[in-house]
């Protein structure tokens, strides 16, 4: 059962436009979550967080979108950059107050052309 | 560089056998977690140790344990291996046991021939 859902497993945006990188939930439990960037022979990078009590939370080029009715988020950057080329996951956290763990989506690989 | 540091980097065994992955958590982080990558998949979580003590379990087989030793550092110990084993292995760290901004290792690419 794939709680976090990223339905788009490519897209190509060129450069100076924006990305938009979507992820749907299914766990009405979740209340945080996140955005990692991913090189290859890397691990996952932190981007930004967002939680359940907010609907938006911007750092610099990169925004992120929360829709707890619709149980959707998008991550926004703008402008996109070459070196933005990665793949990104969405993760999702029920937090408890003694423990923590992330569910992932599967990723989407953006590439962004020149 | 995350600060996350896992050894060994690659790792290539044969079926049955046992082997043990490494991780240092970022200094004054307390809170270790595991995850696995199998092809084409998001990563998986398995466990979580905070301060020695097990918090969290996800979909961590019975062949597959761990532990977090005084020093902080975690062992992910995998046995009786099988062909559908071999995946990317993450160690990722953080300063609280909810701590969900996760800081990530390079990861072990384990390859079970």
């Known amino acids: 059962d794939q709680q976090v859902k990223q339905n788009s497993p490519s897209l190509s945006v060129q450069e100076g436009r924006i990305s938009i990188l979507n992820c749907d939930y299914t766990?009405?439990?979740?209340?945080?979550f996140l955005w990692y960037k991913k090189y290859p022979a890397e691990g996952p990078t932190f981007l930004i967080s967002?939680?359940?009590?907010?609907d938006k939370n911007e750092d610099g080029r990169f925004t992120v979108f929360l829709n707890k009715s619709a149980k959707h988020l998008s991550l926004h950057i703008v402008p996109s950059q070459p070196g933005d080329s990665a793949v990104y996951f969405c993760a999702a956290s029920a937090r408890a107050r003694t423990a923590s763990k992330l569910t992932f989506g599967t990723g989407t690989r953006l590439q962004v052309t020149l | 560089d995350s600060g996350v540091t896992q050894t060994p980097k690659h790792l290539i065994t044969a079926t049955g056998q046992r082997v043990t992955l490494r991780c240092s958590p970022r200094s004054g982080d307390l809170s270790v977690y595991w995850y696995q990558q199998s092809l084409d998949q998001g990563l998986q979580f398995l466990i979580q140790?905070?301060?020695?003590?097990?918090?969290a379990k996800g979909n961590i087989l019975e062949r597959f344990s761990a532990q977090q030793f005084p020093d902080l550092h975690s062992e992910l110990n995998l046995s009786s291996l099988e062909l559908g084993d071999s995946a990317l292995y993450f160690c990722?760290?953080?300063?609280?046991?909810?701590?969900?901004?996760?800081?990530f290792g390079p990861g072990t690419r384990l390859t079970v021939t």
């Open positions: 766990n009405s439990m979740f209340d945080y």
């Open positions: 967002i939680s359940s009590i907010k």
């Open positions: 140790y905070y301060n020695g003590e097990e918090r």
């Open positions: 990722a760290s953080s300063a609280n046991p909810t701590g969900s901004e996760q800081y």
